[in-house]
């Protein structure tokens, strides 16, 4: 059975302090790491695709990256726009419809 | 309208109602999905819907019923619901030809209460 563990749970960072968000994955074969954003009220904005280890993407303050096992939501300098809750989501090798998701982990940032 | 809408937003029904959900995508897509979204879980699919394939949860009960009358439309059929099926219920889309893998579009979502 897929896995998608994120943490942490809840990130409180003051504006301008850089951090990283963590996703841990176990599934039978990646077939694709999704990010995305979610704001109180709303369904999931799309961020990023990762396919492979070693694969990175950025987006204005955000940067995704992969591993074998892992992926990292690295925000540097962010404001307080970027507070959300940030969902990781996995697709394993022979579904390319059926998302696995995390908890989530829900940022804050201060001015 | 643009993007993946849903209605109504917000919805109280008792135990023995029944009720439906709608979704519309006016993004061209080939694919509809059917979320549930608990507080403190993680997104879990319901039920997918593409020209390829019909997806179940086999989790889900039997007192949610999809129906997908074409590419843009998707509804969720609601009856005799428990308290515990209070959530926010989320639509999305997404391009889907054969094995290619294409973000998935989510609308608003409606939030669901059952008393």
């Known amino acids: 059975e897929d896995q998608v563990t994120q943490s942490p749970e809840a990130l409180r960072l003051q504006e301008g302090e850089s951090s990283s968000l963590n996703c841990s994955y176990t599934v039978s074969g990646l077939r694709g790491l999704f990010w995305y954003r979610q704001d109180p009220g709303k369904g999931p904005e799309f961020l990023f695709t990762?396919?492979?280890a070693g694969e990175e993407k950025e987006k204005e303050r955000l940067k995704a990256t992969l591993t074998k096992k892992e992926s990292f939501l690295h925000i540097t300098a962010p404001k307080p726009e970027d507070s959300a809750t940030y969902l990781c989501?996995?697709?394993?090798?022979?579904?390319?419809?059926?998302?696995?998701f995390g908890s989530g982990t829900q940022l804050t940032v201060l001015p | 309208e643009t993007g993946v809408t849903q209605t109504p937003r917000h919805l109280v029904m008792g135990m023995t109602n029944k009720k439906s959900l709608k979704c519309e995508q006016h993004l061209g897509h080939n694919a509809m999905y059917w979320y549930k979204q608990s507080a403190k879980k993680p997104l879990e699919l319901m039920f997918v819907?593409?020209?390829?394939?019909?997806?179940e949860n086999n989790s889900v009960p039997s007192r949610f019923s999809p129906e997908c009358p074409n590419s843009s439309h998707l509804f969720l059929h609601l009856h005799t619901l428990q308290p515990e099926d209070s959530a926010l219920y989320l639509c999305?889309?997404?391009?889907?030809?054969?094995?290619?893998?294409?973000?998935?579009?989510f609308g608003p979502g409606t939030r669901l209460t059952v008393l």
């Open positions: 819907y593409s020209l390829e394939e019909r997806v």
């Open positions: 989501a996995v697709c394993r090798s022979g579904s390319a419809r059926q998302l696995t």
């Open positions: 990762l396919y492979s």
């Open positions: 999305a889309s997404s391009q889907a030809f054969g094995s290619d893998l294409n973000e998935q579009f």
